[in-house]
């Protein structure tokens, strides 16, 4: 296994003929934190971990792009290109018979040195590289994953349902989310760690020493009333450079409508719902006046 700082990359093949993928891994797990009691506190905001630092978009690409300096260094010039979330390569599965993982009945790649908390990456290239083998299953008859999930989006091993399945509906979903989950969203204001927080392998996380990895703005620590008072200004200027920024602040604010709906009612939450009743956006209305719906009774 060739390495290149916190990257660890395994060749595979991906087809037979001359194209060749370099899956590569990097650990983004940092300080411990009480998982369990953020999300048992429903004033507090729950962030998934992946998300409380700098974007890794930006971070697994320079990283790779590092990697591939490297190569040409050493090799003369070579094609190649770079990947780590940016295009429609099937990371998972690349990484699962480069061997680097097997993928778990929550559909993420666990390592048995890693567990979960982990970023893909990948280099095309028409580089020789020969091809490692496929990691082995080692989730047993363990069903933790499928057990915890708050709204069952994973309906059977290894089958999700993104319909219902937090992380999708608080980052990729554009429109109002479906009135029958938000309950079961909780405080969960983007993304939702539940299935890896209650995996065992995870207990062999790597924490990363990667410094833009460690938590920006409190993030593993902020109330959904302190957020929800942010202005899009503050905002965009808080979020420049991470993963966060791109849902906008209109969903943003959806989101935490919803949390602030599931939290313990106060004069201090009815009143962050109340300034936003009169939102410019339909979408942020709908869901402030759900969450005071479950505060206020007619």
């Known amino acids: 296994?060739?390495?290149?700082?916190?990257?660890?990359?395994?060749?595979?093949?991906?087809?037979?003929?001359?194209?060749?993928?370099?899956?590569?891994?990097?650990?983004?797990?940092?300080?411990?934190?009480?998982?369990a009691a953020a999300l048992a506190d429903g004033e507090r905001a729950f962030v998934a971990r992946y998300a409380r630092g700098r974007d890794y978009h930006r971070v697994l690409r320079g990283r790779l792009q590092k990697l591939c300096d490297r190569i040409e260094r050493a090799i003369g010039a070579f094609r190649y290109r770079v990947f780590s979330d940016s295009a429609p390569v099937l990371e998972v599965e690349l990484a699962a018979r480069a061997g680097i993982g097997w993928r778990g009945k929550n559909t993420l790649l666990l390592a048995r040195d890693a567990g979960s908390y982990f970023f893909l990456g990948e280099?095309?290239?028409?580089?020789?590289?020969?091809?490692?083998?496929?990691?082995?299953?080692?989730?047993?008859?363990?069903?933790?994953?499928?057990?915890?999930?708050?709204?069952?989006?994973?309906?059977?091993?290894?089958?999700?349902?993104?319909?219902?399945?937090?992380?999708?509906?608080?980052?990729?979903?554009?429109?109002?989310?479906?009135?029958?989950?938000?309950?079961?969203?909780?405080?969960?204001?983007?993304?939702?760690?539940?299935c890896q927080i209650c995996c065992p392998w995870n207990s062999f996380a790597q924490r990363s020493a990667e410094p833009d990895f460690e938590v920006r703005n409190g993030l593993d620590s902020a109330t959904l009333v302190g957020l929800f008072a942010?202005?899009?200004?503050?905002f965009d200027r808080r979020m420049q450079g991470s993963a966060i920024r791109r849902i906008g602040y209109e969903r943003w604010l959806r989101n935490l409508a919803v949390g602030l709906g599931n939290a313990p009612g106060s004069a201090v939450v009815l009143a962050a719902l109340r300034a936003r009743l009169d939102h410019p956006s339909a979408l942020v209305r709908e869901h402030v006046a759900w969450a005071l719906s479950r505060h206020v009774v007619s």
Request: charged residues 25%; proline residues 9%; contains cysteine.
């Open 1 to 35: 296994m060739a390495r290149h700082g916190l990257l660890r990359a395994r060749p595979g093949a991906l087809v037979p003929g001359t194209l060749r993928v370099i899956s590569c891994r990097m650990d983004y797990s940092c300080a411990p934190t009480d998982e």
């Open 123 to 194: 280099i095309y290239t028409d580089l020789p590289l020969p091809a490692d083998s496929p990691a082995r299953e080692h989730c047993g008859t363990c069903v933790a994953c499928i057990d915890i999930c708050p709204t069952q989006a994973i309906r059977a091993p290894y089958q999700l349902d993104a319909r219902r399945c937090i992380s999708y509906l608080t980052i990729e979903h554009k429109g109002a989310i479906p009135e029958a989950l938000r309950p079961l969203i909780g405080n969960r204001v983007y993304g939702c760690d539940d």
């Open 230 to 234: 942010w202005t899009e200004a503050e």
